[in-house]
């Protein structure tokens, strides 16, 4: 059971790994959160999907022996990259409700001394 949890962590890691890198490119930004948007995280958004896409190897490696590990975190990556294209064509509205906490910046209220 914990072995299916970190394989599940993995696939999780990736699935944000691969929407961080779609969401890097302009026309794919435009349709999931509209014209003129940029990416959820500006600048450090492609450096965060690859961060996640490489964190997502130790679940697997944590989760089973190491030659099935990586076979299982490449696919995990496939599928993920996958999951994301269909999700871009068919249902963009489930992906901005993914991103929208990484896109929507609380406001800083400032506190007058008083």
């Known amino acids: 059971m914990g072995s ?42 492609p450096a965060t999907g690859w961060l996640l896409l490489a964190l997502a190897l130790i679940p697997s490696m944590l989760g089973d022996r190491p030659g099935f590990a990586v076979l299982y975190w490449l696919l995990a990556i496939f599928g993920s990259a996958l999951t994301v294209v269909m999700l871009i064509a068919f249902k963009p509205g489930w992906l901005k409700n993914a991103v929208v906490p990484l896109v929507s910046k609380p406001e800083m209220k400032s506190r007058s001394v008083e």
């Open 4 to 45: 299916l949890l970190l394989l599940g962590v993995s696939a999780l890691l990736a699935l944000a790994g691969c929407t961080l890198l779609a969401l890097n490119q302009k026309q794919h930004v435009a349709t999931v959160l509209g014209r003129g948007a940029q990416p959820p995280l500006g600048k450090a958004t």
